[in-house]
């Protein structure tokens, strides 16, 4: 079994992946807030060698919203803090799988491959955009094998109520009426459950350098979300639509997956009505 490293361990992805890795009996070392910043060098003096390190570490906050309040800090942690970790890396002889984020703005065409124009609209995006830049210089300078995930919308069970799925699930599990920003919207969910199942395997992966998108491939609006919890559910709450849309609104997001399942040999496992299944029955 390998040695590695998670940062970002008690986030929402690391814990799913850290009660993984253990029950495969990896010996992990384990890197959060608490235990240090990623932007300082320092924090990794303490780090043992390992064999592969998952990033997934991010500033405190709820991504999008907080990034534009702070930028300065999103940029910081993120492109600095990759920076270390590459430096971890290129001592350590290690591998890296870096989680970035959407970074496609307005799709030209759906689904949307990994070589579309990119066009990072916020700075949360924008930074995680920065940080694959410096993590293809070291792949490409410094032969360390680095993959790159692009994440779409991953939700599951325990996952904070600031993003959408929870949020639903929430109101819908109270019984009161269902009260969002905007129906119309469609995104790509993948599963926690398939998410971490991509994370493990890009631990075989032997190229340099890959950027590998990870989705379901199908859409399905904020309003066909609500429908289905509902369904599962067996309510039949009021939906108060607010019509509000947010600054550079998407109106439909598709992940090409076609290169997850060449490379890693990877498909998701769970539907959408699967995934809620098990949040709304947990």
Known sequence: MSKILVTGSSGFIGQALCKVLYDEGHK?????????????????????????????????????PESWQNPDVFIRVTVQGVTN????CR????????????LYGAPDK????????????NPYAFSK?????????????????????????????DQDQDF?????????????EIIVEDVK?????????????????????????????IGSGKSYSVGEVIELTQEIAGTRLPIINKNKSRVNEINDVVADISKAQEVLGWTPEHSLRQGLQKIVSK
């Not at 959408?164 to 009161?176: A, F, T």
Request: aromatic share 12%; net charge neutral; with cysteine.
């Open 28 to 64: 992990l070392q384990l890197m959060n807030r608490a235990r240090g910043d990623i932007a300082d060098a320092k924090t990794f003096n303490t780090i043992e060698k390992v064999d592969h390190v998952f990033n997934l570490a991010v500033p405190s906050g709820s991504f999008v």
């Open 85 to 88: 970790i590459l430096e971890f």
């Open 91 to 102: 001592k350590s002889g290690a591998r890296l799988t870096h989680i970035s984020s959407y």
């Open 110 to 121: 759906l689904p949307i491959p990994e070589n579309a124009p990119l066009r990072p609209n």
């Open 129 to 157: 955009y920065l940080s694959e830049q410096v993590c293809e210089f070291y792949a490409k300078y410094f032969d360390i094998n680095i993959v790159v995930i692009r994440g779409f919308n991953i939700y599951g069970p």
């Open 164 to 176: 959408l799925i929870p949020r639903i699930v929430d109101q819908v599990l109270k019984g009161r």
């Open 185 to 213: 919207p469609k995104r790509d969910f993948v599963f926690i459950d398939d998410f971490i199942r991509a994370l493990l395997m890009t631990m075989s992966v032997t190229s340099s350098f890959e950027v590998i998108n």
